[in-house]
């Protein structure tokens, strides 16, 4: 665990809320925070509405608005998500839409198809935005990096670095809204394979557990070898349908291979904030965070290819110690 923990370090460390100590969990269709939480909030639904101050929040959900202040970090994926109110600590935004009209204690990193620093935001240190379209009509005490198709700067800034991309603007906006909807439904694959098949679940989660480093370095030379293969078979006439149901078998692993990461990520970090907490809720957790730190510019790819590659390693070692069916129940651990 204690091996775990230093390899996901560099994955959480931007953005896992400061003295964290407890943790609300809360979900639905509608979720509305009303009353004050004076605690870490985790809240995923179809609409999340903050009207209540809270220690820090995590958030998923079709439409997030935020009217409340957050005393702490503030982490957000959602078809839109509109920042009304002020931030102690950093932003990590991900979205179709993502509008910010609030102050930000610290640092401030959004992604989406269009993202809007309005004129009542202001960070205080730096700010690294992409997306389709990107427009500053608030204040960035420090550096603000943008890479985007289209940027409109009406604001101010302590220093400006801006990359422009000549795609269609039109581009990004489809690809979050389609990457937004893939995260949705792993999501929910992993819950229902969380319920129906604990033990296989839970057998590839031990594997991660166990000398991450090496099952990292393990499950990104078993893909390149894969793909190796798969090349090699494709071009004869015989391995061609070999290699497209090997293919699907390497996808489909591929896939499932960030789940198994997400939810020992997840119980990594409710050992700190709910040692309490159920199978799912840990799940929840864990996949929030990661798939948000995926959105992250520049060194989000860097952070797949390593959840990728461990959780690929460790399904490998899985099959190959327990390639008997396995049947039981979820452990408590």
């Known amino acids: 665990m204690k091996k775990f923990a ?86 990590v935004l991900a979205g179709g839409s993502v509008l910010v009209n609030g102050s930000v204690g610290t640092n401030a990193i959004a992604t989406g198809g269009e993202v809007t620093l309005l004129p009542g935001a202001t960070v205080t240190r730096d700010a690294l935005i992409s997306g389709g379209t990107v427009k500053n009509e608030g204040n960035v005490e420090g550096t603000l990096t943008v890479d985007a198709n289209r940027f409109q700067d009406e604001g101010r800034a302590g220093t400006t670095n801006v990359h422009i991309n000549q795609n269609s603007g039109a581009l990004p906006a489809i690809v979050v809204t389609l990457s937004l909807l893939f995260a949705a439904g792993m999501c929910i694959l992993g819950l229902v394979l969380l319920k129906t098949m604990p033990a296989r679940f839970f057998s590839v989660t031990r594997e991660v557990r166990k000398s991450p480093v090496l099952k990292t370095v393990i ?33 489909i692993a591929v896939l499932l291979s960030t789940l198994f990461v997400a939810y020992t990520l997840g119980e990594v970090i409710s050992t ?55 049947i039981g129940s979820p452990e408590t651990e």
Do not use: C
């Open 272 to 326: 700190r904030t709910a040692p309490g907490s159920a199978a799912w809720q840990r799940y929840l957790i864990g996949f929030v965070i990661l798939y948000i730190l995926f959105y992250i510019p520049f060194i989000g790819p860097v952070i797949l290819v390593i959840a990728v590659s461990l959780g690929f390693g460790a399904f490998l070692y899985a099959l190959h110690d327990q390639w008997s069916p396995i």
């Open 6 to 91: 230093v390899l996901v370090m560099m994955m959480v460390v931007l953005i896992l809320p400061g003295g964290v100590s407890a943790l609300d969990a809360r979900s639905g269709g509608e979720v509305v925070i009303s009353s004050p939480v004076y605690d870490d909030l985790l809240a995923s639904g179809g609409s999340i509405t903050l009207n209540a101050p809270v220690d820090s929040a995590i958030l998923a959900g079709g439409t997030i608005e935020v009217n409340a202040p957050v005393r702490g970090d503030l982490i957000a994926a959602g078809g839109t998500i509109r920042l009304n109110s002020d931030v102690g600590g950093k932003i």
């Open 219 to 251: 499950g990104f030379i078993g893909l390149l070898i894969g793909i190796v293969a798969l090349a090699i078979l494709a071009i004869t006439v015989v391995g061609l349908p070999l290699a497209i149901l090997a293919g699907m078998v390497l996808l």
